[in-house]
Every structure is written in structure tokens, then in C-alpha cells.
């Protein structure tokens, strides 16, 4: 026998059985009598279910690793699911479940849907995304303003004798956009939280919050969500993208190229009286 067992009954029968399931009460109230399906969530049969619920390492791997490096906001579910198609998914230890709530209700489609995959693939070919505005780091709003150590040793005394925490927003300025894979790695010193998110997945939407253990062990179950937090889609294409970027070779080339960029604007316009610093 299957976990999933179903049983439906017509909401409207035909129209001889109408009288028989609609019945109108002395106050003129209409009552409804229907069978409404059961079903659980796990689609392999017993036998197959029992055996692999004596020893799922895989899951247990991947949950134990989870501890260790992501901010318990949430009480999870017992199951890692590697795989889905259509309204079916399946977990790493080859349990098959029916997805009753479309990932958190975003998957209209399902799962693995052909023609999403073909224009989300169609699209990557052509153009991912574009902007109108674009800015220099590492401070690049209102105005563009390069930080010393000092300035950001200052900040980071000043957080340990208040007791606050150190927030650096990378979210422009990281992922090897100055030749280190983050921009405060070249001042020498680490902030309690960092934001970083526009260049991480490639063009596709995303935003990360890194914390120390320390913060992160202030932080419980429920203090906060997101409907799209470690989506597959976009953690897939933001693993590439990290791949590509801690190579030494990448950053070596982010940084040869910083310093032609930067002797070709002191040859052009060192000189120009409305250029205040090219540093």
C-alpha cells in the first residue's frame, strides 16, 4: 500500500443526487455533506518508507552541517530535498513527497517546469541585467569616498567599548570588486555582520546577512524569515559565481586591472582642477 491514499467524493453529484447532498433546514440553511480527501506528504510505499527511516545519513549530514554555518531563524522540517518535478520532490535519501504548498507559495508551476526553464534559460543567453546608474566603491552614494584604516579601526573600538555591532554593507562593494574577495579584508580587521547581495548570484535577485557565531548565537528560531531565502535556483548560480570569484587568478586580474584603470585617469585628468582625488 502507498502513503498517499486519496478518496473523492463529487462536491456536486449529478443532478438526481442534489436533494440527497444539499439539504435546507426549517431555518432555510443549507447543509453540506462530502467526503474530503486524506493524503500525506511521502508518495514511497511503506516498505521502501520504513526501510530507508532506519538509516538516512545523508539527511542527518546535511542537517548536522547546516547547524554549523546558517542562523537557526527557522525550526525546520526533518527532510533535504535534492530534486523536484512538477508537484513531486525528492530528498537526498530517495524519499519521493508531494509538495501541498508550491516551495512557499512561488512555485505556480511547479517544479522543473519546461517552458520556465526555457525562458529563464533564453533570457541568461541574452541579457541578465542592466541598471541606469553606475557607481564606483567603496562609498559610492552621495558622493564617492574611500575609507582609511584608521577611520575603520576607529569604528571598530568604538562598537567593542559600546557593546554594539559592526555592520559592513559589501553589498557593492564586495565579491572581489577591489581585489580581495571583501573590501574590508584590506584594512585588516572583521565586522559583526555583513550585507552583500547585487553581484552574488550573477544578476539574478539576491541578499545574504553573514554574521559571527557570536551574533548568530543571539539570534532564535522565528526572529526572522524570508518567503525566498535559500532559494535553489539562485544559491546554484551564486555557488558558480563564488567558485569563479576565490580563484587567485580572478582576483589577480581584478586588481592588474584596477591599477591600469587608475594610471590611465592620473595620465588623463591628475592635472583637471575639478578632479579632488584618484586614489
Not at 132 to 139: E, T
Not at 168 to 197: K, N, R, S, Y
Not at 205 to 216: F, N, S
Request: a negative charge; one cysteine or more.
Amino acid at each position: 500500500m502507498n502513503s498517499v491514499e486519496a478518496s473523492f467524493v463529487p462536491l456536486v453529484s449529478p443532478a438526481t443526487d442534489v436533494p440527497r447532498l444539499f439539504k435546507l433546514d426549517r431555518r432555510k440553511r443549507f447543509a453540506c455533506r462530502a467526503q474530503l480527501p486524506k493524503a500525506s506528504s511521502c508518495l514511497v510505499s511503506d516498505a521502501q518508507q520504513n526501510a530507508v527511516a532506519s538509516s538516512e545519513p545523508a539527511s542527518r549530514k546535511v542537517m548536522e552541517l547546516e547547524k554549523n554555518v546558517f542562523v537557526g531563524t527557522y525550526a525546520r522540517a526533518p527532510v533535504v530535498i535534492q530534486s523536484g518535478m512538477g508537484c513531486k520532490l525528492h530528498d537526498v535519501d530517495g524519499k519521493e513527497y508531494l509538495d501541498m504548498t508550491a516551495g512557499i507559495a512561488v512555485n505556480s508551476l511547479g517544479h522543473g517546469d519546461p517552458d520556465w526553464v526555457n525562458a529563464v534559460v533564453e533570457q541568461a543567453h541574452t541579457l541578465t541585467h542592466v541598471s541606469n546608474v553606475y557607481y564606483s566603491i567603496p562609498q559610492d552614494e552621495g558622493g564617492v569616498y574611500s575609507s582609511t584604516k584608521d577611520y575603520l579601526q576607529a569604528l571598530r573600538t568604538a562598537c567593542d567599548d559600546a557593546g554594539a555591532l559592526l555592520v559592513f554593507d559589501e553589498v557593492q562593494c564586495g565579491l572581489g570588486q577591489t581585489g580581495h574577495p571583501w573590501a574590508h579584508e584590506a584594512f585588516g580587521l572583521m565586522p559583526d555582520i555583513m550585507t552583500i547581495a547585487k553581484p552574488l548570484a550573477g544578476g539574478i535577485p539576491i541578499g545574504v546577512v553573514l554574521t559571527t557565531e557570536r551574533v548568530a548565537a543571539a539570534i532564535s528560531t522565528g526572529d526572522h524569515g524570508s518567503t525566498f531565502a535559500g532559494g535553489p535556483l539562485v544559491c546554484h548560480a551564486s555557488l558558480a559565481v563564488l567558485s569563479k570569484i576565490q580563484e587567485p587568478s580572478f582576483l589577480t586580474s581584478v586588481t592588474r586591472k584596477g591599477h591600469y584603470l587608475k594610471e590611465l585617469l592620473v595620465n588623463k585628468l591628475g592635472g583637471n582642477m575639478h578632479v579632488v582625488d584618484l586614489d
